[in-house]
């Protein structure tokens, strides 16, 4: 018994550490007040880019680095469109989403080797290994922890930095400040529109190395529905985190846990048809959204950015 | 010497026509200069896509089939945008407007007289669009909570209910694993007028000009449009927001649910995996590429009705990914998006001698 909970805790961790990463990105992009709806299409993008050239270059991490690039583009894209053209960040984020898609569709049929008909699916290309920590790994339950490769491991120092950086530094609170009232913020001597812009490029960084973590690590390989609708689940686990890093970690691991069990549940004949079991995530948060909007004390202290996805208009005023 | 962006005293008629057809023209270069880097004939590749889709009355007919569902979606999209509800649950209520039509010609068929069952379909899956819809509506309306998230959640529950029920309890017990229900009896199907394009085309023409009378010559579109451009105008008017907002949603869900219910009854006839394939998601940008005028859907619908069936004959014909055709449509918005905002403002050179204290005087 404690077997199988070291195991399906072990696959939470694996399944979870893409959600981890494009969720904390993700959030420090809403508390800036940008809604990113292109987490789909940038994680979907990222991830052909990664196994391409990973598959190439023989070498993983080159292809994390290029996945990194593709999402820090597509956020530099969003930022371009949702603040300096002032474009509807819905309509955008979505554009993003459906562009990064589509592409990575195309590509993945055209970037393969000729002998396999240009196809990136079907081929395995390097991927990163799993390290375990000898002694640390035989610890019951907890061992799942420290058998895991290093992308999943540097999570765990990048959710308090994440955490420490929002809540506890002065560039944090800036940050929360435009999220929260860019006016005041631009009055306080910040500079909105740079600080917009830097953090929906950092975080289509770390939702392209949750992408790169999908095809090199977690699958590996690389086939045409690889991320699955995870880049939606992120824009619910950013609401369920109540857009606090720390919470991304419950959040992530509750819906990698989801992930895991039910494999297990089909392995054993399961009474819970899955597709309600896919369907807790959602529903918990609008759940969650409900309790937040009606209860508008805890909000402001949880900390919704209140101009999340409207937009900043200098000249305007 | 610097620009600056000014906003114009009324949006630009001329940018309004300009930046769509502009927008197409640079999404068609950057797809080419794409084509190209992996190694293919931009010009081949283009010149198929057009024969695929309007080259015969047969390819035509498929395009047409495509962009029903992107109509009536569409559609539904426009009527909640038109007052800045950012409804994106359209998927959501297509998906459950054809659970519900086919629970109706599943189910009910034998308790019904024959010539009501289809009617009682196409009724049916309105009313599950609406009430799907409602949800976000209410949550918004009484409680504030924010819509975008709640109606985008609520597509996944949909999609997955739609799962369980055509893998689960409804699945057909003679299709040999297939999952999906049984095919609906005759009196169930929605009649075709030519090739595979049915019924739903004309609703959805109806609908577009229903919808193109209300937003410009009733009473009620004219609120509407308050409420869209300025929440505290329409209360000083006396228009009561909470219900506008439910009203209007109801009808933004019932058109798409009316999508669904068609999409089933006309082309599937059954409830199956392919429903939910991503249309309430592009109906949004059907909505915007058509600047939300309802006739002016119906076209988007059937150019970006195109791009998907071009992108299928590419890869019948040149054996190239049928996602050229979502690439296309991706690259048409991000220019179409940031020239969007010439409608609504214009760029200015500001001179040095007109900076007085460091304040730019604007005009507006």
Do not use: C
């Not at chain 1, 270059?57 to 690039?69: H, I, K, Q, R, T």
């Not at chain 1, 055209?110 to 196809?119: I, K, T």
């Not at chain 1, 699958?219 to 606090?244: E, H, S």
């Not at chain 2, 109606?151 to 209910?161: G, H, I």
């Amino acid at each position: 018994m404690i077997q199988l909970i070291t195991t399906i805790l072990a696959i939470t961790l694996r399944a979870g550490t893409s959600l981890v990463y494009a969720t904390i990105g993700e959030i420090y992009t809403e508390n800036s007040g940008i809604l990113n709806l292109g987490v789909e299409g940038t994680m979907f993008l990222s991830a052909v880019s990664a196994f391409a050239v990973a598959y190439y270059s023989g070498n993983v991490w080159l292809g994390f680095l290029v996945a990194m690039l593709v999402g820090g583009v597509l956020g530099a894209l969003h930022a371009f469109l949702s603040v300096t053209m002032r474009a509807n960040q819905v309509v955008s984020g979505l554009s993003i989403t459906l562009f990064g898609t589509g592409l990575a569709s195309f590509l993945g049929q055209r970037l393969g080797p000729a002998e396999n008909n240009f196809n990136l699916a079907g081929i395995s290309g390097p991927r990163l290994t799993i390290q375990a920590i000898i002694g640390l790994n035989k610890i019951p339950v907890l061992g799942a922890l420290f058998s895991q490769d290093l992308i999943t491991y540097s999570t765990y120092l990048l959710i308090p930095i994440a955490w420490y950086y929002l809540y506890k530094t002065r560039n944090g609170l800036n940050l929360r400040a435009v999220g929260e009232s860019p006016i005041t913020a631009e009055a306080m001597g910040i500079n909105v529109v740079k600080t917009r812009y830097l953090y929906t490029i950092i975080g289509g960084i770390l939702i392209g190395l949750g992408g790169a973590h999908l095809t090199l690590s977690y699958t590996p390989g690389w086939t045409d529905n690889i991320t699955g609708g995870r880049g939606w689940i992120v824009i619910a686990l950013v609401i369920f985190a109540m857009w606090n890093p720390a919470r991304a970690v419950l959040g992530a691991i509750l819906f990698g846990g989801i992930n895991a069990i039910q494999f297990r549940l089909q392995a054993v004949g399961a009474t819970i048809p899955s597709s309600f079991l896919n369907m807790f995530p959602y529903l918990a948060t609008i759940l969650v959204l409900i309790i937040m909007t009606w209860w508008e004390t805890l909000s402001k202290r949880l900390g919704a950015p209140a101009a999340l996805s409207i937009p900043y208009m200098r000249e305007d005023k | 010497m610097r620009l600056i962006l000014e906003k114009r005293k009324a949006t630009s008629q001329k940018a309004f026509y300009i930046v769509p057809i502009v927008s197409f023209i640079v999404a068609l270069i950057l797809g080419a200069i794409l084509l190209l880097i992996t190694g293919v004939s931009p010009i081949k590749t283009y010149a198929a896509m057009v024969k695929g889709t309007f080259g015969s009355m047969h390819v035509f007919s498929e395009t047409l089939v495509k962009a029903t569902p992107l109509m009536l979606t569409g559609l539904g999209v426009a009527t909640a945008f038109r007052m800045r509800f950012w409804n994106i649950g359209a998927e959501g209520q297509f998906v459950f407007g054809g659970i519900a039509g086919a629970g109706i010609a599943l189910f009910f068929n034998d308790f019904i007289s024959s010539w009501l069952v289809l009617p009682a379909v196409i009724i049916g899956g309105m009313v599950a669009g609406a009430l799907w819809a409602s949800i976000p509506a209410a949550l918004n309306a009484y409680l504030g909570v924010n819509e975008t998230l709640t109606s985008l959640m609520l597509n996944y529950v949909a999609v997955l209910f739609a799962s369980y029920l055509y893998y689960g309890p409804w699945r057909d017990q003679q299709g040999f694993g297939f999952p999906g229900t049984a095919r609906f009896s005759e009196e169930a199907w929605l009649p075709r007028i030519f090739g595979r394009v049915h019924f739903g085309i004309i609703f959805a023409i109806i609908v577009a000009i229903i919808l193109w009378f209300i937003f410009n010559r009733t009473r009620w579109g004219f609120e509407l449009k308050v409420i869209g451009e300025n929440k505290v105008a329409a209360k000083y008017l006396g228009i009561k927001i909470s219900k506008n907002i439910v009203l209007a949603l109801l009808l933004s869900g019932a058109i798409s649910g009316l999508g669904g219910a068609s999409e089933v009854a006309g082309i599937s006839r059954r409830l199956q995996a392919g429903l939910a394939v991503g249309h309430g998601y592009t109906a949004i940008i059907v909505a915007w590429l058509a600047q939300l005028n309802p006739i002016a859907v119906i076209f988007v619908a059937i150019l970006m009705g195109a791009l998907l069936v071009g992108g299928d004959q590419v890869q019948l014909m040149m054996g190239l990914p049928a996602a050229v055709g979502l690439v296309l449509q991706g690259l048409i918005l991000f220019p179409m998006l940031a020239g969007s905002l010439f409608t609504e403002y214009r760029l200015k050179i500001i001179r040095p001698e007109k900076i007085v204290a460091g304040k730019i005087e604007s005009e507006a």
